[in-house]
């Protein structure tokens, strides 16, 4: 099983990035994956949650309204668009899935990482 996360750069406050993590060594859409993030001398935070089977979606309210999960069964990828970015969103953002269909929101709970992508949001 492997995770593949890319997409993150140096953006302005207000702009937007599109995160991706391509699965491999796994069917994606049978489980549970999601995005966490972990800003310098901070804990590991989770970001949001998309179910594997129906996709339902879930997000943290410090990011609801602005960034929206997605998954492409086809390409095996999840997305994680992210839009008018505000400099507290810096950090390196993770995916990771679990082994079960269910969104959970702990760290703890997810099997398998892959190895971050720095995204900064700076003037």
């Known amino acids: 099983v492997q995770l593949q996360a890319s997409g993150g750069g140096l953006v302005q406050p207000g702009g937007s990035l599109r995160l991706s993590c391509a699965a491999s060594?796994?069917?994606?859409?049978?489980?549970?994956t999601g995005w966490f993030r972990q800003a310098p001398g901070k804990e590991r935070e989770w970001v949001s949650c998309?179910?594997?089977?129906?996709?339902?979606?879930y997000s943290a309210d410090s990011v609801k309204g602005r960034f929206t999960i997605s998954r492409d069964n086809a390409k095996s990828t999840m997305y994680l668009q992210m839009n008018s970015l505000k400099p507290e969103d810096t950090a390196v953002y993770y995916c990771?899935?679990?082994?079960?269909?269910?969104?959970?929101?702990?760290?703890?709970?997810?099997?398998?990482w892959g190895q971050g992508t720095q995204v900064t949001v700076s003037s």
């Open positions: 998309i179910n594997g089977g129906v996709p339902r979606t």
């Open positions: 060594g796994f069917t994606l859409e049978r489980y549970a």
């Open positions: 990771a899935a679990r082994l079960t269909a269910g969104c959970a929101t702990q760290p703890g709970a997810y099997r398998n």
